[in-house]
């Protein structure tokens, strides 16, 4: 492969002078992911740095397994290699880092003849009053090794939609609309889970010493 130099720096001034529509639209990770389907090796690599620890975490978390994990981590990462020529500016790059993580843990379930992971729980079971009491929260009680460590044996216990919509906030950092997009559950929908899912994780911390 001939390499020009020339052609490049004419590539990066465009690029400087005529901003992306992720750029545009101040995502400056879909930048970065339209500068890699452009031939930009280094933007995959801030990419991966950005989103590879939140990525791995969101599978270990949901599947327990640090094998599995691993397998679907380096599927998702194979999986963004190979659309990035299709790559399009429809939602944030978080959004479309994370469905893509969601579509290839429901695919693992469905091999595995196990229930979809969406479907898994509904929230039938949760408790019918919110216990809005002046409990701290995980993020402020798991300061300490040991807290975090109990914290993270009740993310897991928590049930599978509840686990998951916990995981895409914390560990993707996407918004209900993105959790929303990223699984095809509705806000509200959403909004019930994470609820749920904090009022278990403070019951189960409140007590903790």
Not at 162 to 188: D, K, N, P, V
């Amino acid at each position: 492969m001939n390499y020009d130099a020339g052609a490049d720096s004419h590539l990066a001034h465009e690029a400087a002078n005529h901003p992306t529509a992720a750029e545009a639209a101040g995502d400056a990770d879909g930048a970065l992911m339209l500068a890699y389907a452009g031939g930009d090796a280094g933007a995959f690599d801030r990419l991966y740095a950005r989103h590879s620890g939140g990525s791995y975490r969101y599978f270990l978390r949901s599947l327990r397994n640090e094998a599995l994990a691993h397998e679907l981590f380096q599927d998702l990462w194979m999986n963004l290699i190979r659309a990035r020529a299709t790559y399009v500016v429809e939602a944030r790059f978080a959004t479309w880092l994370y469905r893509m993580a969601h579509n290839r843990l429901i695919d693992h379930y469905r091999r595995s003849s196990v229930v979809q992971l969406v479907a898994l729980e509904t929230d039938d079971d949760a408790p019918d009053e919110i216990n809005a009491d002046s409990a701290p929260g995980p993020e402020t009680i798991a300061a300490s090794r040991q807290a975090a460590q109990h914290l993270l044996q009740q993310v897991q216990a928590l049930p599978a939609a509840q686990r998951e919509a916990f995981l895409l906030q914390e560990e993707g950092g996407l918004s209900l609309a993105e959790i929303a997009a990223a699984t095809g559950a509705g806000i509200e929908t959403v909004k019930s889970r994470l609820r749920y899912a904090m009022t278990r994780l403070r019951q189960a911390m409140k007590d903790f010493r």
